[in-house]
């Protein structure tokens, strides 16, 4: 057996969605500046960056995993592991359906956020959504400065009994927020990355940032949020009830 364990960033945007930095910033910064050694491209609603970022993978020491972050009805849902555009404004069962479809992991990013499939008041709820949504992992924990309390709930909820994964990531919408939040998996692919998910045996930690971060954020505000309009009027909904 294996007895190698690595980190993985499984939750960042590019400039494809409402991120600030193009792929190939992305790429170079995670092999140049954190002990990475896999991150996912998670755009809103569009795979076109992961798989750019796929396309560039010899060039970097560092693989990649296409995935998405989807708007449902009811909160974002990301699929990894997957080959299409997975569409947005489907239900979360249908949208876990169709990553299914791809062979991919559905992980509920953020859970008890304002975007999450759970809200910020949805621990109630989270038992009978075990048996009702079989997605395959939570992210445990989201770098994102604002997410303290979200993250806090998604710890409490976690047993590692429930039959899902932890992850964790960044979420990260400029270069130095890349790693902040990770998983750690056995092995050094990702590959065996996916292998750990399936086998429920990743965990999510965290890295340093603090403060510095946050007012990274808080001054790039104004530019992520352009990028977001731009993204959701580019990316709207195919499918909508």
Known sequence: MIDTWSKADLHIHSAHSDGLAAIPEIMRHAQDNTDLS????????????????????????????????????????????IDEHIPAGMSVAETIAAIDAQGGVAMIPHPFSQQGVFGPFGVKGFGAALNELAFHALEVYNSMPFLVYANRVAASVFTGGQGIA??????????????????????????????????????????????????????????????????????????VR
């Open 38 to 81: 896999v991150i996912a491209i998670t755009d809103h609603n569009t795979i076109e960056g992961a798989l750019l970022a796929k396309s560039l993978e010899d060039d970097f020491d560092i693989e990649v995993v296409v995935g998405e972050e989807v708007s449902t009805r009811s909160g974002h849902v990301i699929g990894l592991f």
């Open 166 to 239: 932890a992850t964790g990531g960044s979420d990260a919408h400029v270069l130095q927020g890349i790693g902040k939040g990770y998983t750690v998996f056995r092995g050094t692919t990702a590959a065996d990355l996916r292998a750990s998910i399936d086998a429920l045996e990743t965990r999510a930690e965290t890295g340093r940032g603090g403060l510095g971060i946050a007012l990274r954020y808080a001054f790039q505000f104004p530019r992520i949020q352009r990028q977001r309009e731009w993204n959701r009027d580019r990316c709207k909904p195919e499918r």
